[in-house]
């Protein structure tokens, strides 16, 4: 395995791509028998009465769709120490966690070699094509990557986040390696117990290789941005680290320290050129293409509840591209970015047909039925029709269920796609939405996506004061009566009330779905209140998620708030400077 990464040739990846994705529809039915072949003596599929069999018709006829509670008691038996096959033929010997930012805990998933080579497979592609535009040459890549903390389960099964048990995979290093990526960081950094720190070290170590950095990275783009914002407060201490070759004395894990002390040597002209070029820049505008002036591009997710860090990327970037990158979840990845010069806001991604087996519930069937059965109170109640890989329709929006090689079959993964087009004859997907964000009063339904436009909409105001929303969320308010909705805003300074109420009018007036227009102007959804947060909440909100085990790796900021978290809702709720009231209706 090793030897082929170190010699891969990327021209063979894409051409490997390139038949797999133009047979998608037989690839697609090969991969679902060789998942049912080889965990036909799963107890799961046993008990559905599948009977060993692979074809598709009966596949569909006996295993149900599932969310996760209904498999969370398979999955406890397995973290318990049960060995024998319940999902899988091969026991599950580790668990991810998802990053339970939507659901406010995270979520046990099982995790195998299965998923490490598919995730190694969407590297490899997308790295082919992002260097068929953007060549990178030998030298290094500035990542910010942060490995979760890693316990064992009852059973004593290896348990971390899905990015973690990645990181700590052999060919996580060798395909690193191949495509010429290997992280500035050493493994201690990258797997320290403490995230500042690491965060720390990982600037440093990008500062001390600065010429030989290629591209700068994460999984999600929010990591970068939040880097570049504490770079903001610590550059002259970095300066000062490698003007005299000492490292800060806040780092304090002695395994961090002592592999920095084997990079750190003083420099004092290295020092004095960052100095000077920090000096020299106008509200950090262009610092990335400044610090690192070999980098080609940035690269990471920077769709879907990403999308509102890339105004501010961008920033820092100045002139060097951004490209995002793939789609997937801790579930296993879906599909490889493979237009990477198209902007994050049209990124696509299409879909692997030989990592799992993929269906689609086509949303405007799903909306007809809902019309019709008002009584369901969500969608994911109505019986849906899904529809193959190769069926669904450019244009149209899916709600995507995975089968992957990892003991998950025909699950909903909670994601909303719309079919942009296709490669080949796999589909290009565009990221939506979480099925699940949807702020709701009554007849009302706004998802992540509307949240996010209303954002952008109201932030335009804050530009005449030169301030920006740092971070926010939101909830619905059912204490009042009627309900309304609540949006949490951290700013990056004061801004005055004539503007924040102009803002909280513009928020409530963004939301144009009929049922909240229609229900605010008769009163049956209160006025939309808008709650700016102090400096530094939504950094109280990640170090909560941290401490729970998730890693920064793969935050997303949840963006809303449901009954269920309430920890999340009772520290912005206790971080509230100011609140407002719209008057827009
Ligand atoms: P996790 O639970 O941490 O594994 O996160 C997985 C979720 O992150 C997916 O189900 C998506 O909702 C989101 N996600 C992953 N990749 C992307 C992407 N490229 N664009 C938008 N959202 C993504």
């Given at each position: 395995m090793l030897d082929r990464m170190e010699?891969m040739?990327?021209?063979?990846?894409?051409?490997?791509?390139?038949?797999?994705?133009?047979?998608?529809?037989?690839?697609?039915?090969?991969?679902?028998?060789?998942?049912?072949?080889?965990?036909?003596?799963?107890?799961?599929?046993?008990?559905?009465?599948?009977?060993?069999?692979?074809?598709?018709?009966?596949?569909?006829?006996?295993?149900?769709?599932?969310?996760?509670?209904?498999?969370?008691?398979?999955?406890?038996?397995?973290?318990?120490?049960?060995?024998?096959?319940?999902?899988?033929?091969?026991?599950?010997?580790t668990?991810s966690?998802?990053?339970?930012?939507?659901?406010?805990?995270?979520?046990?998933?099982?995790f195998n070699d299965e998923l490490v080579e598919s995730t190694m497979q969407i590297y490899r592609t997308s790295f082919?094509?992002?260097?068929?535009?953007?060549?990178?040459?030998?030298?290094k890549a500035l990542q910010f990557i942060y490995s979760s903390?890693q316990?064992?389960?009852?059973?004593?099964?290896a348990?971390g986040t899905a990015t973690t048990n990645v990181f700590r995979s052999a060919q996580f290093k060798s395909t690193m390696r191949a495509m010429q990526s290997l992280c500035c960081s050493p493994d201690e950094v990258i797997f320290?117990?403490?995230?500042?720190?690491?965060?720390?070290?990982h600037?440093?170590?990008?500062?001390?290789?600065?010429?030989?950095?290629?591209f700068?990275s994460s999984t999600?783009?929010?990591?970068?941005?939040?880097?570049?914002?504490?770079?903001?407060?610590?550059?002259?201490?970095?300066?000062?680290?490698?003007?005299?070759?000492?490292?800060?004395?806040?780092?304090?894990?002695?395994?961090?320290?002592?592999?920095?002390?084997?990079?750190?040597?003083?420099?004092?002209?290295?020092?004095?050129?960052?100095?000077?070029?920090?000096?020299?820049?106008?509200?950090?505008?262009?610092?990335?293409?400044?610090?690192?002036?070999?980098?080609?591009?940035?690269y990471g997710?920077?769709?879907?509840?990403?999308?509102?860090?890339?105004?501010?990327?961008?920033?820092?970037?100045?002139?060097?591209?951004?490209?995002?990158a793939d789609?997937g979840?801790s579930?296993g990845w879906?599909?490889a970015?493979?237009?990477?010069?198209?902007?994050?806001?049209?990124?696509?991604?299409?879909?692997?047909?030989?990592i799992?087996?993929?269906?689609?519930?086509?949303?405007?069937?799903?909306?007809?039925?809902?019309?019709?059965?008002?009584?369901?109170?969500?969608?994911?109640?109505?019986?849906?029709?899904?529809?193959?890989?190769?069926?669904?329709?450019?244009?149209?929006?899916?709600?995507?269920?995975?089968?992957?090689?990892?003991?998950?079959?025909?699950?909903?993964?909670?994601?909303?796609?719309?079919?942009?087009?296709?490669?080949?004859?796999?589909?290009?997907?565009?990221?939506?939405?979480?099925?699940?964000?949807?702020?709701?009063?009554?007849?009302?339904?706004?998802?992540?996506?509307?949240?996010?436009?209303?954002?952008?909409?109201?932030?335009?105001?804050?530009?005449?004061?030169?301030?920006?929303?740092?971070?926010?969320?939101?909830?619905?308010?059912?204490?009042?009566?009627?309900?309304?909705?609540?949006?949490?805003?951290?700013?990056?300074?004061?801004?005055?009330?004539?503007?924040?109420?102009?803002?909280?009018?513009?928020?409530?007036?963004?939301?144009?779905?009929?049922?909240?227009?229609?229900?605010?102007?008769?009163?049956?959804?209160?006025?939309?209140?808008?709650?700016?947060?102090?400096?530094?909440?939504?950094?109280?909100?990640?170090?909560?998620?941290?401490?729970?085990?998730?890693a920064?790796s793969q935050?997303?900021?949840?963006?809303?708030?449901?009954?269920?978290?309430?920890?999340?809702?009772?520290?912005?709720?206790?971080?509230?400077?100011?609140?407002?009231?719209?008057?827009?209706?």
């Amino acid at each position: 395995m090793l030897d082929r990464m170190e010699s891969m040739n990327f021209d063979v990846v894409i051409d490997e791509f390139e038949a797999m994705t133009t047979d998608a529809k037989r690839v697609q039915e090969e991969t679902l028998k060789k998942i049912l072949e080889e965990n036909a003596e799963a107890e799961y599929l046993q008990n559905l009465g599948l009977k060993g069999k692979t074809d598709l018709e009966s596949f569909k006829t006996h295993v149900p769709l599932v969310t996760h509670k209904e498999l969370e008691p398979y999955i406890q038996r397995i973290a318990d120490g049960d060995s024998s096959p319940i999902l899988t033929g091969k026991p599950i010997t580790t668990i991810s966690l998802s990053s339970g930012t939507t659901q406010g805990r995270p979520k046990y998933v099982p995790f195998n070699d299965e998923l490490v080579e598919s995730t190694m497979q969407i590297y490899r592609t997308s790295f082919a094509f992002r260097n068929r535009e953007y060549r990178i040459g030998s030298g290094k890549a500035l990542q910010f990557i942060y490995s979760s903390r890693q316990f064992k389960t009852k059973g004593g099964l290896a348990a971390g986040t899905a990015t973690t048990n990645v990181f700590r995979s052999a060919q996580f290093k060798s395909t690193m390696r191949a495509m010429q990526s290997l992280c500035c960081s050493p493994d201690e950094v990258i797997f320290g117990p403490d995230f500042h720190q690491s965060l720390y070290c990982h600037l440093l170590c990008g500062l001390i290789s600065c010429n030989e950095v290629q591209f700068v990275s994460s999984t999600f783009a929010h990591s970068i941005v939040h880097a570049f914002r504490t770079f903001e407060s610590v550059w002259q201490e970095l300066c000062s680290d490698i003007r005299h070759g000492d490292l800060n004395s806040q780092v304090t894990v002695p395994s961090i320290r002592a592999a920095m002390s084997k990079l750190l040597k003083p420099d004092p002209e290295l020092a004095a050129l960052i100095y000077s070029k920090c000096s020299r820049l106008d509200n950090w505008y262009g610092v990335i293409r400044e610090l690192f002036p070999n980098a080609k591009y940035i690269y990471g997710i920077m769709t879907g509840s990403m999308e509102p860090y890339v105004k501010k990327l961008r920033h820092y970037a100045g002139d060097l591209p951004l490209l995002s990158a793939d789609y997937g979840s801790s579930e296993g990845w879906i599909g490889a970015n493979v237009n990477p010069k198209l902007p994050p806001e049209l990124a696509s991604f299409a879909v692997l047909p030989n990592i799992g087996y993929f269906e689609f519930i086509p949303l405007r069937e799903m909306t007809e039925i809902s019309r019709q059965d008002k009584e369901s109170s969500t969608l994911l109640c109505v019986d849906p029709k899904p529809v193959g890989l190769t069926e669904v329709k450019a244009g149209e929006e899916y709600e995507i269920i995975v089968t992957n090689f990892a003991g998950l079959y025909r699950y909903r993964l909670g994601d909303v796609v719309k079919v942009i087009g296709f490669h080949n004859s796999t589909p290009e997907l565009q990221f939506i939405c979480r099925r699940n964000l949807l702020l709701t009063v009554n007849i009302d339904k706004n998802t992540e996506k509307d949240l996010q436009l209303a954002v952008e909409a109201a932030a335009k105001l804050l530009v005449k004061e030169t301030l920006e929303v740092v971070d926010f969320t939101s909830h619905v308010d059912f204490s009042t009566d009627p309900g309304h909705y609540v949006i949490f805003w951290e700013m990056n300074g004061q801004a005055s009330e004539e503007i924040l109420r102009e803002c909280c009018n513009c928020l409530d007036r963004s939301f144009i779905d009929a049922g909240y227009v229609g229900a605010r102007k008769v009163g049956a959804i209160g006025a939309l209140e808008l709650r700016v947060v102090r400096r530094g909440t939504f950094q109280k909100i990640l170090d909560y998620y941290l401490g729970l085990g998730a890693a920064v790796s793969q935050f997303k900021t949840p963006r809303c708030i449901g009954p269920n978290n309430s920890m999340v809702l009772q520290i912005l709720c206790g971080e509230v400077a100011n609140s407002y009231f719209s008057t827009a209706f």
